[in-house]
């Protein structure tokens, strides 16, 4: 984790910001209606902040102008969901808590991070207690199994996947799939060709950030006819905080039907 050099792990933050959806929907968890003054209009969960609560714009593109009206004394960030240049700026001005998640570990250190910094240990304990014995049923019910050659689609034209040190990719581990891109970086641009060539078997379209649709699958589905080719919910593959916990019956029931 990074955070600003002011930043005070004693002080009592009673204006905060969250730039991340998954994070967003873990400050509700853990009772922080007041507290929580902005989020941005990809924060769609709960309804109730998404409807209410003030928007300081995209995780991409932020309003800075917006953010100084909203007077923050604390801004949640995360490396990969915000822009690098503009998290420098709001570190100029403001104490700014930025997260670096890649596996269910960092997750569950983030929720227990950002519990001590927003008074709410107890209560980020508990969850990432929870979180953490239904991920333990989830691998040992699927380790004796024969993992499940897959792929992760992210995005249309091009098509890009989820790579190795992805959080999707710790994901699909934990519930017998094995990532057939593992062996490259981030989200790579691929061709539908390739797919074949790495005898994959199950091919996962997300629902985020591009929302594939069943046109979409049927599209794929007749170019690659003998690979099987699901729609799957992208919040419980790569949202890390709170959503983690319905993630694990997802999982369950996901790949029962498989």
Known sequence: MFLSEKIS??????????LVPSQTELLFYLG?????????????????WYRNKPKVGGTKKINLNTIEDLSPDLIIANKEENVK????????????????VSNLSDALIMINDIGKLVKKLDEANILSREIR???????N???????IPAAYFIWQKPYM??????????MMGYCGLKNVFADRKRYPAIALDEIKEK???????SSEPYPFKETHKKEIQKYLPEIQVKLTDGEMFSWYGSRLLKSVDYFHSFLNIL
């Not at 922080?32 to 109730?48: A, M, Q, Y």
């Not at 996947?161 to 710790?170: E, K, L, P, R, S």
């Open 9 to 18: 792990l004693h002080e009592k933050y009673s204006r905060i910001i969250s």
């Open 32 to 48: 922080l209606e007041k507290e929580v003054v902005g989020i941005t209009k990809f924060c769609i969960h709960p309804d109730r």
């Open 85 to 100: 240049d503009q998290i420098e700026v709001l570190v100029e001005k403001y104490d700014v808590w930025i997260t670096d």
């Open 133 to 139: 014995a239904g991920f333990e049923m989830l691998k």
């Open 141 to 147: 019910e699927f380790q004796a199994k024969r993992p």
């Open 161 to 170: 996947v989820a790579g190795g040190d992805t959080f999707i990719n710790d």
């Open 199 to 205: 005898n994959t078997e199950l091919i996962l379209l």
